[in-house]
């Protein structure tokens, strides 16, 4: 579907922070776009304007609408007058009035916990997302040296069909490579920032070098301890999570970050700057970001990416919630993932 489309929509839990998120090509004149929100008895709740742009990620501009939305309603996107998409997801919705008036909602599936919402790269197919991330990639800064058969590589020089070494001492050959430069621009885009994590932050000489990713970027974490909490003692963390914890923080300087990704055929975790990352998993949330050009590649590489987002199988490890990331932190044994001493994945000292 071409833009504008819906790309993810956060429904369940305190109205307050439920939201729409959409998509138009950048540029496109948004005064005629509308997300009209419908109770599960067909009348209108709301109507809302997209309002400002919040982040324009290669090609496309992201708008996120505050909006409450009730689990049995629906919402419809409305584009000069017409409705162009109506979606629902614990039931079908008849709409009784305003512009979706005589029309059925589609049922696009639901979330599986508050903390959940649903995406899209289409506006057709959706898929559960935990925890919801409105506008935001997991990539890898331009510049970061990735471990490879040939030794350490910079992220922008890694190309397909170039091995890289994961966590399991294997080498996995890339499959798809992208990149996205972005022009960050005041305050409404901050969340987009790159997240600095120093030198050493995460255990002795881990990462290695200071390493610089995208806010959504996991990086895996380690302690005894998670098995009591999360049943599993490696665990992936949003960098953005990690803010505040030992000198990790916001790159505020850095406004037109180049950010890459690279694909593999599974998921994986990477060596970068000497510590375990994740490499890219193709979910729909990611993958709304891309431009165009680049969908299509990855459409015409990996249809089935776009009828099933976990055909290349689940993440690789345990992601944490924002909830749980605050308990694992207080916990006194984590660390990261380094290749300092000589238990699993090269283990790491503690900090």
């Known amino acids: 579907m071409p833009a504008p489309f819906l790309s993810e929509i956060k429904y369940l839990g ?41 982040g324009t990620i290669a090609g496309d501009d992201i708008y996120v609408v505050d909006a409450a939305i009730n689990k ?21 919705v008849d709409a009784s009035e305003g512009p979706a008036s005589g029309s059925s909602s589609t049922q696009i599936g639901e979330s599986n916990s508050q903390n959940a919402s649903l995406v899209s790269i289409d506006g057709v197919n959706f898929s559960d997302q935990t925890p919801p991330d409105p506008g935001v990639v997991p990539c890898f800064l331009k510049g970061t040296l990735i471990e490879t058969d040939k030794g350490l ?14 966590a399991e001492s294997d080498f996995a050959a890339i499959e798809w490579v992208a990149s996205r430069k972005l022009d960050i621009q005041g305050s ?15 255990g002795k000489d881990t990462p290695e070098r200071d390493l ?9 974490l380690r302690a005894p301890v998670f098995n009591l909490m999360f049943f599993s003692s490696d665990v992936l963390v949003p ?9 990790i923080r916001v790159c505020t300087h850095l406004r037109q ?24 998993h193709p979910s729909v949330a990611a993958a709304s970001g891309f431009a165009k050009e680049a969908q299509e590649e990855l459409r015409s590489l990996f249809p089935e990416l776009f009828t099933n987002p976990i055909s290349i199988g689940p993440v690789h490890s345990y992601c944490l919630k924002s ?10 044994d984590w660390q990261g993932v380094g290749r300092i001493g000589d238990t699993g994945y090269g283990g790491s000292h503690l900090l």
């Open 14 to 54: 305190p109205g307050a922070q439920d939201f729409v998120e959409v998509v138009l090509d950048e540029g496109a004149d948004s005064s005629g776009v509308q997300i009209v929100i419908y109770n599960s008895n067909g009348t209108i709740r709301s109507i809302n304007d997209l309002g400002s742009v919040v």
């Open 72 to 92: 049995n309603g629906a919402v419809a996107l409305v584009v000069d007058g017409t409705v162009t998409s109506f979606v629902s997801f614990a039931r079908v």
């Open 153 to 166: 590589c910079p992220i922008e020089d890694l190309c397909v069909g170039d091995k890289v070494l994961t």
């Open 188 to 202: 409404r885009d901050r969340h987009l920032l790159p997240i600095l994590i120093p030198k050493g932050s995460l």
């Open 212 to 220: 610089i990713v995208s806010p959504s970027h996991r990086v895996l």
């Open 239 to 247: 960098a953005r999570h990690l803010v505040g914890t030992n000198g």
């Open 257 to 280: 970050p180049e950010y890459f990704h690279i694909l593999f055929e599974e998921h994986e975790l990477v060596w970068s700057e000497g510590a375990l990352t994740e490499s890219f």
């Open 323 to 332: 909830f749980e990331t605050h308990a694992a932190l207080h916990s006194s």
